[in-house]
């Protein structure tokens, strides 16, 4: 009988280095798809919720739902007044939050359950990006102006913060719903009206953007332009410590009059560029 021929030590080396090579191709390939398919998948979560927050509103004489998760029914406090009015969602953020606190899971999908949105979204998976932090079962926020916070610099300009779908201004087409921030925190989203600065941070999602519906219920990605934008979102992973930031580019500024026109309708200032 002929002996069979093993491979010589040298030769396992080169496979075991064409295979790594391989993977070495492959892999940033097989990220990008992976990353692609959470985009996507977090692109329809913030579809189905701007859904649901129409429906709220069609059934409920065009009025919008409270947008300031955790806080139902406040009544005349300095920054909303929300009487009678149940949360969209109920607090799903730990008191140490910021530093990467998180409640335990079971509280946050009761939570979930207990806010307004729940008839209307009764899946708890789309109240979280998947490529959210890991833990969180909310990963999106409402706009301050969409019935959430309002202080008294925005109180009175017509068709800024809004109570029913008929005062939006200009046009809902552009007039930001829902944005992806990637973690949760509490009561909405933050944006200046009357300064050119940044409040909250930018989320930097699924490739230097981040995803939003819209008050006319379509959805879609917003990639940054300004790569200051996109370096201050990304120095801020977990809290909002950019607050107060000014643009330093041409892109900058853009990406924050766009963030506060879509939350306001309009800017509050004359832009320095």
């Known amino acids: 009988m002929r002996g069979r021929r093993a491979f010589t030590l040298i030769e396992l080396l080169v496979v075991i280095a064409v295979i790594a090579i391989l993977m070495a191709i492959l ?3 097989l990220q990008r798809a992976r990353g692609q398919g959470q985009r996507a998948a977090c692109l329809s979560n913030c579809k189905q919720l701007g859904l649901a927050w129409t429906m709220y509103a069609d059934e409920n004489d065009d009025k919008i739902v409270n947008g300031a998760a ?14 009678n009015e149940k949360a969209w969602v109920e607090q799903c953020w730990a008191s140490d939050y910021g530093s990467g606190g998180q409640m335990p899971a079971d509280n946050q999908k009761r939570a979930i359950q207990a806010g307004a949105l729940w008839p209307y979204v009764k899946q708890v998976n ?12 909310l ?8 019935n959430a916070v309002c202080y008294d610099w925005i109180r009175n300009v017509k068709g800024a913060h809004v109570k029913k779908r008929v005062e939006i201004r200009p046009n809902p087409v552009e007039r930001v ?6 973690w949760v925190t509490p009561d909405a989203y933050a ?16 490739g230097d953007g981040t995803n939003v519906s819209f008050a006319d219920g379509h959805a879609e990605f917003k990639k940054w332009v300004g790569v200051d934008t996109i370096k201050l979102g990304r120095a801020r992973v977990r809290g909002h410590g950019g607050a107060g930031a000014a643009p330093t580019s041409d892109d900058g500024f853009a990406d924050l009059h766009w963030l506060q026109r879509g939350c306001w309708g309009k800017l509050g200032y004359t832009p320095s560029r």
Request: proline residues 7%; negative net charge.
């Open 27 to 29: 892999m940033p390939a």
């Open 70 to 83: 955790g806080f139902s029914n406040l009544v005349n406090t300095t920054w909303a007044s929300h009487a």
């Open 126 to 137: 789309l109240y979280a990006c998947p490529a959210g932090t890991r833990g969180e079962m």
């Open 139 to 146: 990963t999106y926020a409402i706009m301050f102006s969409m």
């Open 177 to 182: 719903v829902f944005i992806d921030e990637g």
């Open 191 to 206: 944006v200046y009206y009357l300064q050119e600065i940044w409040w909250d941070d930018p989320p930097v999602r699924h």
